[in-house]
Nanobody
Framework: VQLQASGGGLVQAGGSLRLSCLAS????????MAWYRQAPGKERELVAA???????NYAVSVKGRFTISGDNAKNTVYLQMNSLKPEDTAVYYC?????????????????WGQGTQVTVSS
């Protein structure tokens, strides 16, 4: 299983970006999806998460501005980021809990994307 994140870039404060994370491989199901971020000198933090049933959870700092969504048919998770602030500047990572086909059984594990840089200028 591999994850490919995309959509990061440089944007002015108040602008918007949409991140995507595509999972590929022998996927049986995607059980949970999340986005994390890590700013320079800080620990990685959870930004938003969504379960297979559609329940969402957001960090207080992004609630009302960011929206996480998943498309299981496309094995893709999105993060729509609006009203961006300079403090949102970070490398954003997707994290998916995936059940995959192995030779003789199914395996559930958590996978990380490679990270995509989001820079918000003031």
């Amino acid at each position: 299983v591999q994850l490919q994140a995309s959509g990061g870039g440089l944007v002015q404060a108040g602008g918007s970006l949409r991140l995507s994370c595509l999972a590929s491989g022998s996927i049986f199901s995607i059980d949970a999806m999340a986005w994390y971020r890590q700013a320079p000198g800080k620990e990685r933090e959870l930004v938003a998460a969504i379960t297979r049933a559609g329940s969402t959870n957001y960090a207080v700092s992004v609630k009302g501005r960011f929206t996480i969504s998943g498309d299981n048919a496309k094995n893709t998770v999105y993060l729509q980021m609006n009203s961006l602030k300079p403090e949102d500047t970070a490398v954003y990572y997707c994290n998916l809990e995936i059940t995959s086909y192995e030779r003789t059984h199914l395996l559930t594990d958590a996978y990380w994307g490679q990270g995509t840089q989001v820079t918000v200028s003031s």
